[in-house]
């Protein structure tokens, strides 16, 4: 699918106009109705979900912690799923509240561009980054509550 004829969103901006257009190209737009699951935890997947417009919801189901992490993001170009650590430690569900538009990326497409692109390394690893700090604090909150 081609890259969107205007400006790229800004997460996408950073990135080289070779990245965009690869990316575009070797991904699959998604349309998702509000309430819809656009992915399940236990759904296997090693693609990268990034949200184009709308709104999601992410319910992170850390092992050993009793309480999903509840997320909602509607900045263009959040992402999940992907990284098979993080699925590993804290799988997702994730759920349209908003009319959603979806970008689904192959591993091994976004891989590739990250040897290519070092805004798109750049960021991919300071959300890692992020989700990571989220995850502790969430896990010890939970924790500090108790049975």
């Keep these: 699918m081609n890259a969107p004829t205007s400006a790229p969103p800004p997460f996408f901006a950073s990135f080289s106009e070779a990245t965009r257009e690869k990316l575009f190209a070797g991904s699959e737009r998604r349309e998702h109705a509000p309430g819809e699951t656009i992915l399940s935890r236990a759904q296997t997947t090693e693609d990268f979900y990034f949200l184009l417009s709308g709104r999601w919801t992410m319910r992170r189901f850390v092992r050993g912690v009793s309480e999903a992490m509840v997320w909602?993001?509607?900045?263009?170009?959040?992402?999940?799923?992907g990284v098979a650590a993080l699925e590993a430690i804290a799988p997702t569900d994730v759920f349209a509240d908003r009319p959603c538009q979806v970008l689904v990326a192959p591993r091994d497409l976004v891989h590739a561009l990250l040897a290519e692109d070092p805004g798109l390394a750049a960021r991919l690893l300071r959300d890692i980054h992020r989700w990571a700090e989220r995850l502790e604090v969430h896990a010890a909150l939970t924790r500090a509550k108790g049975p």
């Design 72 to 81: 909602r993001d509607d900045a263009p170009g959040a992402w999940v799923s």
